[in-house]
């Protein structure tokens, strides 16, 4: 293809297109010490080194690809732009901006490569990775106007109405503090999101209980409680009635209740992890209880809520209680030896940071979580949000998947610092004994009940071999008693599969396998949504039909208001 190429800019490239006149020299002693001639010193402070036959055989390839390019621009011949990023005509129409993609592309590739010859411990490795992927998204030609020839296009497209917009959309952005993934005003909660009818039928300072009314005649007799994530709202569960988590358990003939977090305020500021242990999951399931008569419940912890879920159920089996028919885990850590990309923010010295500013007392803010786990795909979550909002001036289109994204919670600072240190930094939760909850030594193999163990095979949040170490941690010595399932795709799409929509996969094996890879090889893999698996193994465990109950709540628990309460409308500030 022939590009449109001034002749300045072909005897510009036309310098570069012989390595012979870089007048650089052939060998860069040091790796790049010429450079940054401290930096080799630098390095050893933090028992960091560079393999230097490595680095300079990168040095020398990255001075032929770059003088191939310059040849290939100065001929015009079109390079290569393989950054999904630059797929749009204007990238390839011009000389120009077509070398600046390919040069940057070229460059990406080099940093990366160069961060991969460091030698150091492997988590000081993984955060030179990361911090260099950073900067390699954020340097993209794509993310600045000047360099970004697609967004120069609508400007003229539009007569200047695409930068007046964007610069709109950016100035209300900084208002709110966030970027826009979503039209944010699309959505309400309880009017098109979290719409599955019930009411509140219990709530303390850290949590409201909803009850689902039911939409089935009869009901299985033992109940379901779920007790979503802390760090997010437990809408994810209930976006839409066709891909609603809820709905559909209650369609299957369960009598549901659902844990609502309450948004950590000033009041909440010394709320500990004992306190969302004893008077947050211990008190739902003791209320579950006494509602639906039944000494035995089905219990459903998604992510952080399946730690504080079972975490909760081993202090009450340590005291003899036995309040479990089955438990069902969603993507959940209870080994946190693989803690994925999030790791790059866990360490000795971040952790004491955090913990003298909000450890006694503070809250840790929701913006901060949005802005860490952004961070951890900043392409899909904040670089391509930046183009296409401020670049171009497109308005966000509604999606309620990002609209509950962006409604981010607090947590108390004590809690926080509790559960990032002896969960993520110490992995104390594996150890029978080590920890002390509401006053009991936490053993997770006292657990004793059905387990249903799900584990999404994209996650980067939680890697699905951490999720499969739970099955060594619950029921010990009884393989049978715990079923793992493996589904496609990540995080939250992994487990937002509803059935109707046939999409994806997910994988079984029944037998016992040794470690995770060993599962894997022996499972079989069937198409369309887990949860008709869940459902079977959840109805399995429910007891028998009754007839369902006329209203929500029981006498000594009224209904206070309906679903979805006060306490998930609450916004962050």
Aim: with cysteine; proline share 6%; hydrophobic share 40%.
């Amino acid at each position: 293809m022939s590009m449109d190429k001034p002749d300045y800019l072909a005897a510009w490239l036309s310098q570069y297109a012989d390595p012979q006149k870089w007048n650089l020299p052939v060998a860069m002693p040091s790796g790049i010490a010429p450079v940054v001639p401290d930096l080799e010193e630098t390095l050893k402070s933090f028992d960091i080194s560079l393999d230097q036959a490595q680095t300079l055989k990168l040095q020398q390839e990255y001075i032929e690809q770059y003088s191939a390019l310059c040849s290939d621009m100065a001929a015009a011949r079109e390079p290569a732009l393989t950054d999904k990023r630059f797929s749009a005509p204007a990238w390839h129409s011009s000389a120009y901006f077509a070398f600046q993609a390919a040069s940057y592309q070229l460059n990406a590739h080099f940093l990366n490569a160069m961060a991969e010859t460091v030698q150091a411990q492997p988590k000081v490795k993984q955060r030179i990775r990361f911090a260099v992927q950073q900067m390699v998204d954020a340097l993209s030609p794509a993310n600045f106007l000047a360099t970004n020839p697609d967004a120069q296009q609508k400007i003229i497209d539009t007569q200047g109405e695409s930068l007046t917009q964007g610069i709109t959309q950016m100035i209300a952005d900084m208002g709110k503090g966030h970027i826009s993934l979503t039209d944010e005003t699309a959505f309400e909660i309880g009017k098109n999101v979290a719409t599955t009818a019930g009411a509140v039928v219990f709530e303390n300072p850290l949590f409201q209980l909803i009850q689902y009314a039911p939409l089935t005649k009869t009901v299985h007799q033992k109940p379901l409680l779920i007790v979503p994530p802390c760090i997010n709202k437990f809408y994810i569960l209930d976006l839409q009635p066709q891909n609603s988590l809820v709905r559909y358990a209650v369609e299957q003939g369960h009598t549901v209740f659902l844990v609502s977090w309450r948004n950590a305020d000033a009041s909440l500021e010394q709320a500990t992890w004992d306190d969302y242990i004893s008077k947050a999951a211990i008190e739902a399931i003791h209320v579950v209880q006494n509602i639906s008569g039944q000494a035995q419940i089905n219990a459903l912890g998604f992510c952080v809520g399946g730690t504080i879920l079972s975490c909760a159920l081993a202090a009450l089996y340590a005291r003899g209680e036995k309040p479990l028919a089955s438990l069902t885990l969603l993507t959940a850590f209870l080994d946190f030896s693989d803690v994925g990309a999030i790791d790059v923010y866990i360490d000795e010295m971040q952790l004491a940071m955090r913990e003298q500013k909000i450890g006694q007392g503070g809250l840790m803010a929701g913006g901060d979580f949005s802005s860490a786990f952004s961070s951890l795909r900043p392409n899909d979550l904040l670089w391509n949000y930046v183009e296409s909002n401020y670049l171009k001036g497109e308005a966000p289109t509604p999606f309620d998947l990002l609209y509950w994204n962006a409604d981010s919670t607090n947590l108390p600072g004590p809690m926080f610092c509790y559960y990032l240190r002896q969960m993520y930094l110490e992995n104390a939760l594996k150890t029978p004994n080590r920890l002390t909850m509401t006053g009991e030594s936490i053993d997770l193999r006292k657990i004793d009940a059905p387990c249903f163990i799900y584990a999404s095979r994209e996650d980067h949040i939680v890697p699905w071999k951490s999720a499969y170490a739970s099955t060594s941690l619950l029921n010990p010595g009884k393989p049978k008693k715990n079923r793992f399932v493996l589904g496609a795709s990540g995080h939250i799409a992994g487990v937002i599969n509803p059935p109707p929509k046939n999409k994806r996969c997910y994988w079984i094996n029944e037998a016992p396998a040794a470690d995770a890879e060993s599962w894997l090889a022996g499972a079989e893999e069937h198409p369309g949504s887990w949860w008709g698996a869940w459902s079977e193994f959840l109805s399995g465990h429910a007891g028998k039909m009754v007839a369902a109950p006329r209203k929500p709540g029981a006498a000594a628990y009224p209904a206070i208001e309906s679903a979805p309460g006060r306490y998930v409308k609450v916004r962050a500030v």
